[in-house]
C-alpha cells in the first residue's frame, strides 16, 4: 500500500512541473501597456473592442493608437499567432521591428506608423501571405525596400513614406493597387508605375 500510495505522489509532482506550453495572450498585451502609464494588469476582454478583441482566449485584434507607448516592440510580440489586425500608430516606439513579426501569420493589417522606429525592414514580413495593408510611414527605417515584399499576393496597400530608404524600386511593387514610397531616399532608376513625380513623391537625392 506505501509504494502505491509512493507511487501516486511521484505522479502528482511530476504534472506539478511539467512546462506548460500555453501562451498568456493577456500576459503579451501587459508588456506593451507597460510601456504606457495605463493601468495593469489589465486583460483584453476589459478593452473597448476597437482597442482588442480576442476568441478563446488569444487575440485577434489589437490597435493601441496613441496610446503613449515608450520604447522598444516587445520580442514576444511573434507569439500572438492569432493576431489578424496590429496596429500601434503614433506612438513613440523605437528601436528595431522585431524579426519574429513575422510568426504572425495571420496578419492581414500591420499598421506601425508614426513611431520612431529605425533598422531595416525585416525580411521576415514575407512570412505574412495573408497581409493586404502594410504601413511603416513616418519612422526612420534605413536600407532598401525588401525585395521579399513582392512575394505579398494579397497586398494591396503598402506605405513606406517618409523614412531613410535607399536603392532601387523592384518593378513588381507596381502589381500592388495603393503605394506611397515618398520623401525617402529612393534615387535609382524608377520602374513605369512610378516614373512621374507626382507618383514617386520627392525623394532626397543628395545622400
Partial sequence: MKIFYFIILILICSCSIEP???????????SLLELSDYPQPTRCID?????????????????????NLVGEIPETIGELSELK???????????NI???IGNLTKLVQLNLSNNSLEGFIPESISNLKNLIILNLSNNFLQ???????????????????????TGTINPNLCKIEKINISFN???GLHPYCI??????????CTC
Fill in 143 to 165: 536600407g532598401n525596400i525588401p525585395d521579399n515584399l513582392t512575394q505579398l499576393s494579397a497586398l494591396l496597400s503598402l506605405d513606406l513614406g517618409n523614412n531613410y530608404l
Fill in 47 to 67: 478593452l473597448p473592442d476597437s482597442v482588442c478583441v480576442s476568441e478563446e482566449g488569444r487575440i485577434t485584434l489589437l490597435n493601441l493608437f496613441n496610446y
Fill in 85 to 95: 489586425i496590429l496596429g500601434l500608430k503614433s506612438n513613440n516606439l523605437i528601436g
Fill in 98 to 100: 522585431p524579426d519574429n
Fill in 20 to 30: 506548460s506550453n500555453e501562451i498568456d495572450d493577456n500576459a503579451i498585451l501587459n
Fill in 185 to 187: 531616399q529612393l534615387c
Fill in 195 to 204: 516614373d512621374k513625380p507626382k507618383l514617386i513623391g520627392y525623394q532626397d
